[in-house]
């Protein structure tokens, strides 16, 4: 609710506010008078719960739930007894009732500045549902000031926050409507890629990425067949899933060392949005295809460290994924980046020339990174190389777990970072 009230205040802005109030009984009652479908969300992270009116009953629709109930009093005492973990909800008409119109649009629209001192700019459309009529340019350029103003009436309340995403409605009508804004601080992915992104010498490094919706991933799946989603906020590789479309009928989920398959993509993205997506917000991305040592991916784990007015890269080595992972946070061995690379038949010279551009592309990613998280001393980068010698910024993990080097034969790197922090 507080970014709700903040918003408010703006005599423009406030038009634009989808109906909110604080959960209570009598907010809900009087919510489904007025509309035939509406939303609870936690004040907090996600897990909406969507009730419909059906005839005389309510259908209660949340995360492997789909209960009816017959009246109003038995819907709110379901609610509190099974789906309201939380302290605080708010309400809302859902995007499917009848205030929006038959097929209204549905987007996420991120904006972002680099730093607390510099202007917001609008980035990315992202879509929430599939829709066949196109939206004016006049209400797109009415969408992108509107997203601005609301970036910039936020950031001055969180100053510490450099990506928003607004959620969007455009009615039958093109009026134009907030139902949310969701703040990505510094260590959320959505807003590192963003950082990394619009730094002109670091974009070629950086995979396709975008919100995980519906539409991204049948249009990532139709694109490269093959797709990564991650959780937003997260470490350790938890949450992290590799999702194949092998045809129109089999499409495989791979998670840690589990594989299944489903038939469908709509039973594929029913199992993400239930399992994962109803939890957390993700991103997507293109499968990086990395080169591998005897069959397992591997990746490169670079720390760089801040030295009084300079950053300095302290340490490297090569993670090599445990036998049917696909990312390296389980990882069966620890090598340095000198001998891993020695395997793959490469010149010392190719080597040499590597190993620059792979410091060079961290130094400069920490420096782009540090703009929007001042006082920030170590940044540990894990960097994607395929087997054409192609070099991708994976992620930048700003509390690098650095025990791993000490697990190295030769100690000397991990005492050169310790000395370092």
């Given at each position: 609710m507080n970014q709700y009230q903040i918003l408010s205040s703006d005599p423009y802005i406030c038009h634009h506010l989808v109906e909110t109030n604080l959960f209570s009984k009598s907010s809900l009652f009087s919510c489904?008078?007025?509309?035939?479908?509406?939303?609870?969300?936690?004040a907090?992270?996600?897990?909406?719960i969507t009730i419909h009116a059906v005839k005389d009953h309510f259908q209660i629709i949340a995360p492997h739930d789909d209960t009816m109930v017959?009246?109003?009093e038995l819907l709110y005492q379901y609610l509190i007894q099974n789906k309201l973990k939380q302290k605080y909800y708010i309400i809302q008409p859902s995007s499917s009732c009848q205030t929006f119109g038959k097929s209204p649009h549905h987007y996420y629209m991120t904006v972002h500045r680099n730093t607390p001192e510099t202007k917001w700019n609008y980035l990315?459309?992202?879509?929430?549902?599939?829709?066949?009529?196109?939206?004016s340019q006049k209400v797109l350029q009415q969408m992108n000031e509107l997203v601005i103003q609301v970036a910039t009436k936020l950031g001055k309340a969180f100053s510490k926050c450099n990506t928003i995403v607004i959620e969007i409605i455009v009615d039958s009508n093109d009026h134009i409507w907030i139902s949310d804004s969701i703040l990505h601080f510094p260590i959320s992915k959505w807003s590192q890629y963003h950082t990394l992104s619009t730094n002109q010498s670091l974009a070629p490094y950086?995979?396709?990425?975008?919100?995980?919706?519906?539409?991204?991933?049948k249009e990532f799946l139709k694109e490269f067949h093959q797709i990564i989603i991650k959780p937003c906020v997260g470490q350790h590789g938890k949450g992290i899933i590799e999702i194949t479309r092998k045809d129109q009928r089999n499409y495989e989920i791979h998670f840690?060392?589990?594989?299944?398959?489903?038939?469908?993509?709509?039973?594929?993205?029913?199992y993400i949005k239930e399992t994962y997506l109803s939890q957390k917000y993700y991103i997507i991305q293109q499968k990086l295809h990395l080169t591998s040592i005897q069959g397992c991916p591997i990746d490169i784990r670079v720390i760089t460290q801040k030295n009084e007015s300079s950053w300095e890269v302290t340490g490297k080595l090569v993670k090599v994924a445990a036998r049917g992972y696909f990312i390296t946070n389980a990882a069966q061995k620890l090598i340095p980046l000198a001998e891993a690379l020695a395997t793959h038949s490469i010149s010392q010279a190719e080597i040499e020339q590597l190993e620059s551009e792979i410091k060079h592309i961290s130094l400069l990613a920490a420096?782009?990174?540090?703009?929007?998280?001042?006082?920030?001393?170590?940044?540990?980068?894990?960097?994607?190389?395929?087997?054409?010698?192609?070099?991708?910024?994976?992620?930048?993990?700003?509390i690098p777990d650095i025990s791993m080097f000490f697990q190295l034969k030769d100690k000397t790197i991990y005492w050169k970072i310790i000395k370092g922090a």
């Open positions: 489904l008078q007025k509309y035939t479908s509406v939303t609870l969300k936690p907090f992270g996600k897990g909406d017959r009246n109003k990315f459309k992202t879509k929430k549902n599939h829709h066949n009529d196109p939206i950086i995979p396709k990425t975008d919100l995980l919706t519906k539409e991204t991933m840690e060392r589990r594989k299944f398959s489903n038939p469908s993509f709509e039973a594929t993205y029913h420096t782009q990174l540090e703009a929007g998280k001042p006082h920030i001393q170590i940044i540990g980068f894990d960097i994607g190389l395929t087997d054409r010698k192609k070099i991708w910024i994976i992620e930048g993990n700003y």
